[in-house]
């Protein structure tokens, strides 16, 4: 495996002008007979703001990464008084060259908000919710866990955390919970994005490795996108496809005519989960066109002779009208896809989030190993990634990977931790954690009866959500460290932790082109609220483990033993000069070795795969193709309607913990659930828009404003994902590969709220 060349290091700084670093505030905490004291939550070496304090007294500027999605734009921030005032995009930053989307642009203002979670608080027998000291929450914290371990054993405690917090908070966390709490289970809320692109890479590559850099949108002559909406979903990425000046093919598979299709040369608009199969075909009609790069299959694949004899059974003609597309259309995009000189395909949440997500993501991996289409600029088989640190969460969350990507069932592997972080090698399990879904089978069946949740909201976002409120409230113990109180499943909470945000603390975020970029201390956390990684000191030693992690004292101490776990592994970045470094060069994609930094520095724009040479031993990467599986849940007589999910505007992230504190993001969206249904549908209906509907599927029922527009099909109907109404409604079932929840698919009837009498009505509502 190799990337491209770099440039000599003659000391001089990049274009990405260095900027001013900044560091975590003290925090004065209460004492506990002396040994909590507020010494224990600082980092060495702090005083006030940071390193130089003195310089931040004077307006100046310094660029961090935004903590939205997972693009990682540089953002420009203005200090006065040692307080982040403002900000804009910064210029010469390698990913978003000077642009930002709304969310970035308001990324300060939602920080400043009466809904943040200020102090501790533990709910009272009469059920309110109590403010605590730090001293009382991590005695509560300890107490609470410990009791169930003792009484149900150390697997009956599991944790689940995100993709939202950075690098150095994530290895603590997995560290102190897999290693100090003794804790078999965890999982991050990256199951419910990334989990499918994480095995189909890990299978196809040898390792969980997108292939790609931001330069490719802009190089390619055809760029395929899958279940993607960049245009909403990555607004910037859109906009570096916009910057390409080769006039590129655009195709586009996707159900709903989206933004992004609306922009394509060709947008394939297929019926709901057949692209899969669409694949297939195109893959076959790719073969039996020539368009093999054979002296490549031959040299760097293995599985070629398997897949074309899979899909041989595909034929476009016998394809095309099962999945509502036309023949003609599809041959248009064999020819386009297989004369391309730089071809690249692109998936996301249409894609990931999908009963058959792993081989779907595979037969793109596919058809770009077989035409040649990896390692060169404008080509790849790329993985957007959706959280600002996804790609954080699946190197260094210690949750289904032991660090660094690691396996938990290789003792190799444990050895080198072990010795890594001088600790015993029993204090590593060697045995998988359960996946997020599987940890809530554990507390439906009564094995699992605590959780900690970190920085994620579960109580909204996970599928089926009625079920699971169910079961959050069915635990003996429920701990959630958030920002803000207001959020979903703190109102499920036994004991709520607050913590800082973006801007709030420092560490590294990994963006989808494996991007190190730095996250930056300009603001003062609300009241007694915490960074995260405080929180976990604070824990270590309430917990009795506070020697073990003597070491990790502040957040660019864990990056250097970070470095240390990456040194050897495909995800090596030994050769990164700290945080200062990262600074400088505007972010630092891995792998970036000790061996990589002998006299060079790394260039902006490097790509995996160059040499041809995967990640297995042989070094070839794997052809891989799988049986096609039915539609769990088609549409039928009493729920005539396929329901797609998906984001909404530009302005929405997520479960809006944050977007919805911004008064001009709100501005921005229609602040209540919508429905998008086709014209058809609705003059059937005799449903106008702006009519309330009511919504039902197999697991529940929801409201929502009627959007009338033939963007969706007739049949099918799409509401967006950032409303709590919408997952009332889907349906719990998964990957059996990645184990990742199929968001994008199921049935529901729709009618008119007037159709049901007043008392009805208000009961629904």
């Known amino acids: 495996m190799s990337t491209t060349q770099s440039k000599p290091n003659d000391g001089s700084q990049t274009q990405h002008a260095k900027a001013t670093r900044t560091f975590e505030l003290p925090t004065l905490l209460q004492r506990r007979d002396g040994e909590m004291t507020r010494e224990l939550l600082l980092q060495p070496g702090q005083h006030g703001l940071g390193m130089t304090p003195a310089s931040l007294l004077a307006d100046t500027t310094t660029t961090a990464t935004c ?31 000077g642009m930002a989307c709304p969310k970035g642009w308001e990324a300060l203002r939602v920080l400043d908000s009466d809904e943040r979670a200020t102090a501790p608080m ?34 009956s405690v599991a944790f689940v955390s995100t993709g939202q917090i950075p690098s150095e908070e994530m290895t603590f966390l997995g560290a102190l ?118 002296a490549f299959v031959n040299a760097h694949t293995k599985g070629f002779e398997e897949l074309r004899n899979h899909v041989a059974n595909f034929p476009i003609d016998d394809v095309a009208p099962q999945a509502g ?200 956390a609300p009241g007694e609220a915490l960074a995260d990684f405080q929180i ?14 003597a070491e990790w004292t502040d957040p660019e101490a864990v990056f250097r033993i970070m470095q240390r ?22 972010g630092i994609q891995w792998p970036w070795s000790s061996e990589d930094n002998n006299g060079f520095e790394p260039e902006q724009q490097r790509r995996l795969f160059g040499d041809g040479v995967f990640f297995y031993e042989d070094g070839k990467a794997r052809l891989i193709v799988d049986a096609i599986t039915p539609v769990p849940e088609p549409p039928c007589d009493d729920y005539p309607f396929w329901l797609l999910t998906g984001r909404g505007t530009v302005s929405q992230w997520h479960t809006q913990t944050r977007t919805n504190k911004s008064p001009v993001l709100r501005q921005l969206y229609p602040n209540e659930a919508y429905i998008e249904i ?14 309330p509907l009511v919504i039902r599927s197999r697991r529940g029922k929801a409201t929502a404003t009627a959007f009338v527009t033939p963007t969706v099909a007739s049949g099918q109907v799409f509401m967006p994902m950032h409303y709590t109404e919408t997952n009332h409604l889907t349906l719990s079932h998964f990957d059996p590969y990645s184990r990742q929840p199929s968001y994008k698919d199921c049935a529901v009837s729709i009618e008119p709220a007037s159709a049901r009498n007043p008392v009805e009505r208000e009961n629904i509502q």
């Open 67 to 97: 903590g939205y999605c997972a693009t990682g734009c540089g953002l420009r921030l203005h200090i006065r008084d040692g307080e982040a005032v403002g900000l804009t995009p910064e210029t010469d930053y390698p990913v978003n060259l």
């Open 325 to 524: 597309v036309d023949s003609v259309q599809l041959r248009r995009v064999v020819e386009k896809i297989g004369r391309g000189k730089a071809v690249s395909l692109w998936w996301t949440m249409g894609v990931n989030q999908s009963y058959e997500g792993t081989r779907t993501a595979q037969a793109m991996i596919n058809i770009a190993l077989m035409t040649g289409n990896i390692g060169r600029p404008g080509t790849g088989a790329n993985s957007i990634t959706g959280q600002c640190n996804a790609m954080g969460s699946r190197l260094w969350s210690n949750t289904t990977n032991l660090l660094g990507h690691r396996s938990f069932t290789n003792d190799d592997h444990r050895r080198e931790v072990a010795e890594i972080l001088d600790i015993d090698i029993d204090r590593i399990p060697n045995q998988n954690s359960l996946a997020y879904d599987q940890i809530l089978d554990g507390i439906r069946a009564g094995k699992i009866r605590g959780l900690w949740v970190i920085a994620t909201n579960p109580a909204h976002s996970w599928i089926d959500q009625k079920g699971a409120r169910e079961l959050l409230d069915q635990l003996d113990f429920l701990v959630v460290q958030d920002m803000y109180d207001s959020a979903d499943t703190v109102k499920h909470a036994d004991l709520v932790l607050p913590a800082a945000g973006w801007g709030e603390k420092e560490g590294t975020f990994i963006n989808s082109e494996r991007r190190y970029g730095l996250l930056k201390k300009v603001c003062k």
């Open 565 to 586: 776990l990456s040194a050897g592994r495909p995800c090596d970045v030994s050769g990164i000069d700290g945080y200062e470094q990262i600074d400088a060069c505007g």
């Open 536 to 549: 976990f000191r604070g824990i270590a030693h309430y917990w009795g483990v506070g020697e073990m992690f």
């Open 177 to 294: 919970a897999k290693f100090g709490m003794n804790l078999l289970h965890g999982d991050g809320n990256t199951r419910q994005c990334m989990a499918t692109a994480v095995t189909a890479y890990k299978e196809s590559f040898g390792f969980d490795a997108p292939p790609y850099t931001y330069d490719d949108f802009e190089q390619s002559d055809c760029l395929v996108f899958v279940g993607s909406n960049p245009c909403i979903g990555h607004p910037i990425m859109w906009e570096r496809v916009l910057r390409n000046k080769n006039n590129p093919d655009i195709i586009v598979l996707d159900p709903r005519r989206t933004e992004t299709a609306m922009a394509a040369s060709e947008h394939v608009q297929l019926r709901p989960k057949y692209d899969l199969q669409l694949l297939y075909a195109i893959t076959n009609e790719l073969i039996k066109q020539g368009y093999v790069d054979e």
């Open 122 to 155: 533990i709910r009272d027998t009469n059920g309110d919710f109590v403010k605590v000291s730090w001293d009382e929450a991590f005695r509560r914290f300890c107490e609470g866990f410990k009791q169930i371990q003792a009484e149900h054993g150390n697997e």
């Open 678 to 691: 086709n014209p058809a549908n609705a003059a059937s209906m005799n449903v106008s828009n702006g009519d």
